[in-house]
């Protein structure tokens, strides 16, 4: 747990599976994005894999559509996640579980922090997502993107709320 000291809020570290629920909310999202650049994506797959196909088609018209679209979506990817990070800590799959991405004093990181830990996320990955599985073991709940940019991943406290008074007013005189 991270304690503000000015305020005194203590804020909780999120775990794994809240972090994976919000991940998998932001990759359906992107997934919308990629169901729009496949068709392209699958006419340079089928071009390279099979070219008799499309015998008489220059590969100078297939070819760089499928180069672009590949650059677009890595660009979109990076961009969404940098973006939500550095704007509010959050990407929506974060918002809607409620956590969020902060640095150890609790203030927001900046664009190459952002980057950073994106650049972490690859790393995360490559040895067969270990770097997202040590979350769950982890004391801090810090995955090795975490560590790598030096960020931690909370749970947001949400504001408390009075209830209103039920007891009956009695009337003045």
């Given at each position: 747990?991270?304690?503000?000291?000015?305020?005194?809020?203590?804020?909780?570290?999120?775990?794994?599976?809240?972090?994976?629920?919000?991940?998998?909310?932001?990759?359906?999202a992107l997934s919308i994005v990629f169901s729009i650049c496949m068709p392209l994506q699958h006419l340079g797959y089928i071009?390279?894999?099979?070219?008799?196909?499309?015998?008489?088609?220059?590969?100078?018209?297939?070819?760089?559509?499928?180069?672009?679209?590949?650059?677009?979506?890595?660009?979109?990817?990076?961009?969404?996640?940098?973006?939500?990070?550095?704007?509010?800590?959050?990407?929506?799959?974060?918002?809607i579980m409620n956590i969020r991405v902060i640095r150890p004093d609790s203030s927001d990181i900046t664009f190459p922090v952002a980057f950073l830990r994106y650049l972490g996320y690859v790393i995360s990955a490559v040895p067969l997502f270990l770097g997202f599985i040590w979350i769950a073991f982890d004391k801090q709940k810090q995955g090795f993107h975490d560590k790598i940019a030096g960020t931690f991943v909370v749970?947001?406290?949400?504001?408390?709320?009075?209830?209103?008074n039920t007891s009956p007013k009695t009337a003045e005189a």
């Open positions: 747990m991270i304690q503000e000291e000015s305020g005194g809020i203590v804020l909780e570290f999120a775990g794994f599976w809240r972090r994976f629920a919000a991940f998998v909310i932001d990759a359906a071009r390279i894999w099979n070219p008799d196909i499309f015998d008489g088609i220059s590969d100078w018209i297939i070819l760089p559509q499928f180069i672009l679209c590949n650059i677009l979506l890595v660009v979109i990817v990076i961009g969404y996640f940098v973006i939500c990070w550095v704007w509010r800590g959050q990407t929506p799959g974060k918002m749970i947001v406290p949400q504001p408390k709320i009075k209830a209103p």
